[in-house]
Protein backbone atom coordinates (compact mmCIF):
# COMPACT_ATOMS: atom_id res chain seq x y z
CA UNK A 1 0.00 0.00 0.00
CA UNK A 2 1.60 3.04 -0.61
CA UNK A 3 0.68 6.75 -2.20
CA UNK A 4 1.81 6.65 -5.55
CA UNK A 5 5.32 7.96 -4.99
CA UNK A 6 7.20 6.97 -8.87
CA UNK A 7 10.50 4.73 -6.64
CA UNK A 8 7.69 2.56 -5.37
CA UNK A 9 6.96 0.77 -8.98
CA UNK A 10 10.37 0.31 -9.48
CA UNK A 11 11.25 -1.40 -6.09
CA UNK A 12 7.56 -3.30 -5.64
CA UNK A 13 6.53 -5.80 -8.50
CA UNK A 14 3.20 -6.54 -9.82
CA UNK A 15 0.57 -7.06 -7.24
CA UNK A 16 2.29 -6.00 -3.94
CA UNK A 17 1.86 -2.37 -4.76
CA UNK A 18 -1.29 -0.86 -4.38
CA UNK A 19 -1.81 2.68 -4.60
CA UNK A 20 -4.65 3.71 -2.38
CA UNK A 21 -5.82 5.29 0.84
CA UNK A 22 -8.39 2.65 2.14
CA UNK A 23 -6.03 1.29 4.37
CA UNK A 24 -4.40 4.89 5.38
CA UNK A 25 -6.65 5.13 8.96
CA UNK A 26 -5.93 1.84 10.05
CA UNK A 27 -2.16 1.83 9.54
CA UNK A 28 -1.69 5.81 10.56
CA UNK A 29 -3.68 4.63 14.37
CA UNK A 30 -1.09 1.65 14.96
CA UNK A 31 2.32 4.10 16.23
CA UNK A 32 4.16 4.18 19.20
CA UNK A 33 2.72 7.35 20.27
CA UNK A 34 -0.42 6.23 19.99
CA UNK A 35 0.73 3.08 22.54
CA UNK A 36 2.78 4.99 24.98
CA UNK A 37 1.29 7.99 26.72
CA UNK A 38 5.29 8.67 27.83
CA UNK A 39 5.47 9.70 24.32
CA UNK A 40 3.10 12.36 24.39
CA UNK A 41 2.59 14.83 27.34
CA UNK A 42 5.92 14.89 28.81
CA UNK A 43 4.02 16.75 32.31
CA UNK A 44 1.56 14.27 32.85
CA UNK A 45 3.72 10.92 32.05
CA UNK A 46 7.24 11.14 31.34
CA UNK A 47 9.85 8.47 32.83
CA UNK A 48 11.66 10.12 35.12
CA UNK A 49 14.79 8.75 33.63
CA UNK A 50 16.41 8.07 30.43
CA UNK A 51 17.27 4.55 30.85
CA UNK A 52 13.77 3.65 32.14
CA UNK A 53 12.06 5.23 29.04
CA UNK A 54 14.35 3.24 26.76
CA UNK A 55 13.41 0.09 28.84
CA UNK A 56 9.86 0.60 28.59
CA UNK A 57 9.91 0.93 24.77
CA UNK A 58 11.93 -2.09 24.40
CA UNK A 59 9.62 -3.98 26.16
CA UNK A 60 6.82 -2.17 24.25
CA UNK A 61 8.44 -3.23 20.96
CA UNK A 62 9.11 -6.58 22.21
CA UNK A 63 5.66 -7.49 22.80
CA UNK A 64 4.29 -6.49 19.45
CA UNK A 65 7.04 -7.36 17.41
CA UNK A 66 7.91 -10.77 18.64
CA UNK A 67 4.54 -12.18 20.04
Do not use: C
Not at 24 to 37: D, F, S, V, W
Not at 50 to 61: F, Q, T
Request: cysteine-free; proline content about 1%.
Amino acid sequence: MTDGWPLYESRLKGKLHVISKRYTQRIERHNLRQHLARLGRKLLSFSKSVELHDKVIGHYLNIKHYQ
